[in-house]
């Protein structure tokens, strides 16, 4: 991995947790987590597991200590994990088929529908949940996979734009 590839990296995962940490609340204090918009890109930009991988964990640290969820910390950490293995295999066999774009589309919106189940899961089995399961998922879950994919889709033409204008080549 080279160190451009990693500043790259932590740079976006910089600027997501600072969104994360400004965003609004949806429902009873969640709000999305665009830090996983953010992962998605990295994801889609680096073909390699490890990049992939060392950025979920990342991702998951960097939740897990903006999280406002009472106990959450081990949810963010294990969710980013678990979603970071699944959006790898999930996005293989699209690396060849769907131009960048398109893929982090994908990624955004699938992949925070696997994260949010995995979240609230895991915190349902840690520390519980302030509401009911399925009214987390209809009412913070699913309009976060609407923003994530609408703001993946946004920061990715952003994020590509900054990039070329900085001559950055070859992430």
């Known amino acids: 991995m080279s160190i451009k ?11 997501g947790a600072v969104l994360h940490q400004i965003t609004p609340p949806i429902l009873l204090g969640m709000k999305p987590d665009f830090s996983l918009a953010m992962l998605f890109i990295i994801m889609v930009l680096n073909e390699d597991y490890k990049t992939c991988l060392t950025s979920g964990i990342v991702a998951g ?3 897990a200590a903006t999280t ?23 996005l ?17 919106v699938f992949g925070t529908l696997v994260s949010g189940t995995a979240f609230l899961t895991v915190a349902l089995i840690t ?13 913070v879950v699913l309009p976060a996979c609407l923003i994530n994919g609408i703001a993946g889709t ?18």
């Not at 590839?5 to 600027?15: A, E, P, T, W, Y």
């Not at 009472?70 to 294990?78: K, R, Y």
């Not at 946004?154 to 992430?171: S, Y």
């Open 127 to 139: 520390v519980g949940l302030p509401a009911n399961f399925r009214v987390l998922f209809l009412s």
């Open 68 to 90: 406002t969820f009472p106990g959450g910390q081990l949810a963010n950490i294990v969710d980013k994990l678990i979603t970071t293995n699944i959006m790898f295999l999930v």
């Open 154 to 171: 946004v920061l990715f033409n952003a994020l590509n734009v900054a990039l070329k204008r900085g001559a950055i080549k070859g992430i």
């Open 92 to 108: 293989m066999p699209l690396r060849s088929a769907f131009n960048n774009q398109i893929k982090v589309i994908i990624a955004s």
């Open 61 to 63: 640290i960097l939740a």
């Open 5 to 15: 590839k990693i500043i790259i990296n932590s740079l976006f995962l910089g600027i």
